[in-house]
Antibody, heavy 125, light 106 residues
């Protein structure tokens, strides 16, 4: 069974950083690209970027460029997303997602097929 | 960025109804539209990829169609477990974007 298991929720102060982990199992980790998507309370889905678990190549949303870093550890089959300089509107559920693409950069048309359970990040003073 | 506009943003329906959700892109996306279902408090679930390819295990009452810049998700014979929020998403451009969502309520 393909699973993505995310780290627990976090409470952070404005200006701090958060690092969310996502441990994959049930498939060959390096074969697929991992994306990160967030959802603010009561809001829609927002793509943050992706990382190739094979090469470490990344592509970030322009909105988060300079503030986000995505990494992977192939030994532990874990992906990480670190977001810095947190603001209150960064409070959201953060999801890691396996994509359907094996190529870097992703070929057009890829989808987000396996989702982690989500990690709640709350930013509050 | 490619903007995706879903309509309606919400709708009320009854069990057995047919529901149609529309997703319009700000430019042509060559059929690279995916649809997701999200139930309250849960992660989204991929229903349809590449405009009309039903994912394994998804009931056949879900159907995707469209081309160019306009796409639809049709749910026939709405079932109680179908009450959820639905999102379209494009992967034509390297900056992925989602529609704003359509909440299907009883």
């Amino acid at each position: 069974q393909v699973l993505l298991e995310q780290s627990g929720g976090a409470l952070k102060k404005p200006g701090a950083s958060v690092k969310v982990s996502c441990t994959a199992s049930g498939y060959t980790f390096t074969r697929y690209i991992i994306a990160w998507v967030r959802q603010a309370p009561g809001q829609g889905l927002e793509w943050m970027g992706w990382i190739s678990a094979y090469s470490g190549d990344t592509k970030y949303s322009e909105k988060f460029q300079g503030r986000v870093t995505m990494t992977t550890d192939t030994l532990t089959t874990t992906a990480y997303m670190e977001l810095r300089s947190l603001k209150s509107d960064d409070s959201a559920v953060y999801y890691c997602v396996r994509t359907t693409t094996e190529t870097t950069p992703p070929s057009p048309g890829y989808a987000l097929d396996i989702w982690g359970q989500g990690t709640v990040v709350t930013v509050s003073s | 960025d490619i903007q995706l506009t879903q309509s309606p943003s919400s709708l009320s329906a009854s069990v057995g109804d047919r529901v149609i959700i529309t997703c319009r892109a700000s430019q042509m996306v060559a059929g690279y539209i995916n649809w997701y279902q999200q139930k309250a408090g849960k992660a989204p679930k991929l229903l349809i990829s590449a405009a009309f390819s039903l994912q394994s295990g998804v009931p056949s009452r879900f159907r995707g169609s469209g081309s160019g810049a306009e796409f639809t998700l049709t749910i026939s014979d709405l079932q109680p477990e179908d009450f959820a929020t639905y999102y379209c998403q494009q992967s034509y451009s390297r900056q992925l974007t989602f529609g704003g969502g359509t909440k299907v309520e009883i």
